[in-house]
């Protein structure tokens, strides 16, 4: 069992940056792929950025060159670094760990740009 649990949300200007963090509880986090997703009010949850065991990053199309993700795993974190933030990325931002048949989620932190 994995618990995640997220921080670093809140309000910010258009332009500005955040930092997310998520902290996962448990054994082997190396092995899991983890993720950001995020959802908008009225708007399905959409996939942001994911880093897997091995390194390897992507990122959703409309935060490339944006969004950074990274991982820690001496400290079982997952970092999303945001910055020249948009009103477009107002959402709750949810952590996620795959693995084979596992699937984990956090509770979500709440991101709103605006000026």
């Known amino acids: 069992q994995v618990q995640l649990v997220e921080s670093g949300g809140g309000l910010v200007q258009p332009g500005g940056s955040l930092r997310l963090s998520c902290a996962a509880s448990?054994?082997?986090?190396?092995?899991?792929?983890m993720g950001w997703y995020r959802q908008a009010p009225g708007k399905r949850r959409e996939s942001v950025a994911a880093?897997?065991?091995?390194?390897?990053?992507n990122y959703a199309d409309s935060v490339k060159g944006r969004f950074t993700i990274s991982r820690d795993n001496a400290k079982n974190t997952v970092y999303l670094h945001m910055n020249s933030l948009r009103p477009e990325d107002t959402a709750v931002y949810y952590c996620?760990?795959?693995?084979?048949?596992?699937?984990?989620w956090g509770q979500g932190t709440q991101v709103t740009v605006s000026s």
């Open positions: 880093v897997t065991s091995g390194g390897s990053t």
């Open positions: 448990g054994s082997m986090f190396s092995i899991y792929t």
């Open positions: 996620n760990a795959k693995a084979l048949y596992l699937d984990y």
